[in-house]
């Protein structure tokens, strides 16, 4: 079992900046990758960003440019700096951890953290 933790969300105004954690502990060997999506009001869950431990790290259309994942792979943490943020970026935002299990993938998800962003 995997357990993920987000924290960082708040309230900001338009145009600043946000920087989101996503702690993994329990059984976290065979963690391939660790991914932010977000929830908007009234709207499905959408990808924002992805970290894989290879190959290059992947992005949302909608926030290319603004927002950059990162880890720190010793404290098994996941971060989601967001700059530039805009009244859209408005969501729950979940981390979700991806592991594999033999020749199966199991995603672990957190409870989320609410990112608020007043025009």
């Known amino acids: 079992q995997v357990q993920v933790v987000e924290s960082g969300g708040g309230l900001v105004q338009a145009g600043g900046s946000l920087r989101l954690s996503c702690a993994a502990s329990?059984?976290?060997?065979?963690?391939?990758?660790i991914a932010w999506h977000r929830q908007p009001p009234g709207k499905v869950r959408e990808l924002v960003a992805v970290?894989?431990?290879?190959?290059?790290?992947k992005y949302g259309a909608s926030v290319e440019g603004r927002f950059t994942i990162s880890s720190d792979n010793a404290a098994n943490t996941v971060y989601l700096q967001m700059n530039t943020l805009k009244p859209e970026d408005t969501a729950v935002y979940y981390c979700?951890?991806?592991?594999?299990?033999?020749?199966?993938?199991?995603?672990?998800w957190g409870q989320g953290t609410q990112v608020t962003v007043s025009s």
């Open positions: 329990g059984s976290t060997f065979s963690i391939y990758g």
């Open positions: 979700n951890a991806k592991k594999y299990v033999g020749t199966r993938v199991e995603d672990y």
């Open positions: 970290k894989f431990i290879t190959g290059p790290n």
